[in-house]
RNA sequence: GCCCCGUUGGUGCAGCGGCCUAGCACGCCAGCCUUUCAAGCUGGAGAUCACGGGUUCGAAUCCCGUACGGGGUACCA
């Protein structure tokens, strides 16, 4: 069993791509086959620098490696089109069909291809070629060759009958030949179209399967009269259906980010993604979600595959985002954590770099189970009061509802002397003294521990006070309880 | 226009003729926990299974039609 991924290097690797090659790659590792990647680079046009490389880094990312294909030598190679086409693979499959009399050649210009569109748009009938080269005698095709006219080579398509094939995931689909019309394998820069460059592929590759998107059902009929005129026989298709947006039309650049790297940088794990995708039209049958790759590969099932259209829901991605952070060591964490704190857009340019490990790992519980998304900019605020020996504090902020800034002032500086006095400055023993001295000073653990946060953190919301003060260390956390009082004093004083 | 595919709560899925008084998850709401935010736990709202016909003792599940959505209709893939 051997199935493909064959992306065209003409932009960023889209979300739905990828999870074409996901499904495709689960498919092989389940069943103990071979995933072969195969660039199609036969649109010199639309060809896009980099793209390649983004392909292949979104494929390594994910964690789908190929047994054969751009890096990894096979029994097939090459494994790039314009390398194969060079080599004449595709010419020479066009001439057997025209040896056969199930291809020919066509001069028509695209001014002419437009001329005799616009005129069955006008007449409101099907557009399409109209196969003026088809019948031309022997006599004319020489007096075109001599005239060094730009040919393509077209499809000869069957005037009746139809074209059945299975779809696995639907069934046996028909058509009907004569609404196809003869298209074009060959082009006139000598490059083979679609149509003809992944029959000739896929056949000299030996691909059992094909699992592509949707999109491709209406041009099956073709590739099946291909197949048909090599003599060869088709492989088995399956239709994926495709993703949608939030808006149910087709997902693309306008719904914002569908460049899978893109979910990379905005800090997605890899994990995420990967089971995520695998969710997107697919299913173990179970009620199951969260999988690990093996768990996929291993319940992965062709009948699991539902032909519907999937929308991608990000809120539910981040969902997931977080249930995987959620599970990661916290060295691991703290492996992601440090780059991106360092980042020039991280922690504010006054910290100095490099930032103590050790001490960042300490950090880590503190935000573990508060994280959707690795995001540089909400980490730096969560964080950055623990790498700063003074904070930016709005006195104002620190008095809580139901005080005021005497008491305030007078509730810190007795929280300063317990901080001088506790014997073991650790969370617990820190919380007991704390709640003690709270019902001491008759106030709501809300009142207290609220100034408290503010004091230490300037911010309303933050990681759990007591594993905050330790991590704060005893010293700095005197030194910000007693200036949040001194600015209360001074507030008041001017009031 | 023509051809093709699809249609289960807001979203992702389960369901493959009786076990469905339609299950799970995300999201939403409420409660618990609680020093904030999360996380966690418990409970709740939310679907006449797009609609209309058939087949059948019995249909979300099979067939036909309609509506709606999507895809294709290139010397793009």
Redesign the pocket.
Known sequence: MRVRY?P?P?GDPHVGNLRTALLNWVFARHAGGQFIVRI?D??RE?MVDGSLDRILSALEWLGLDWDEGPGVDGPHAPYVQSDRKALGKYAKAAQMLIDNGQAYECT???ER?DQV?LRQRAE?K????DSYCRNKSDEERTADKAQGL?T?VRFKVPLEGEVVFNDVL?GP????PS?LQD??IL???G?P??HLAHIVDDHDMGITHVLRS??????TPRHVMVYEGFGWEPPAFVHLS?L?GPD???LSKRHGDTALLEFRDKGFLPETMFNFLS???W?A?D?E?VMTREQIVEKFSL??L??????F?I??LE?MN??YL?QLPVHALAEILIPELEAPDGLPASISRPLDRDYVTELVPLVH??LKVIDREELAGMLAYFFQDEIELDPAAVVQKGMNEAATASALESAAVALESAEAFESEPL?EGFRALCVELGLK??QF??AL?VALTAR???????DTMVALGRERSIARVRRAAALLLRDQAVS
Request: charged residues 30%; positive net charge.
């Open positions: 064959a065209s003409t199609e036969t649109d639309r028509c210009t695209p291809l569109r409101k099907p557009t399409g070629y730009a393509v639907r689909l028909t058509f009907d609404l298209f074009v082009k006139s820069d490059y179209t679609y949707e999109e491709w059902i209406s041009s495709i949608l149910r039309a087709k969710l997107l039209g299913s049958g009620d979600e009948d699991g539902n032909a519907a259209p999937s929308i829901n809120t539910k969902w977080g249930v959620r189970e508060r919380e653990p809300r521990f609220g946060r309303r919301v933050a990681p759990p006070l007591f």
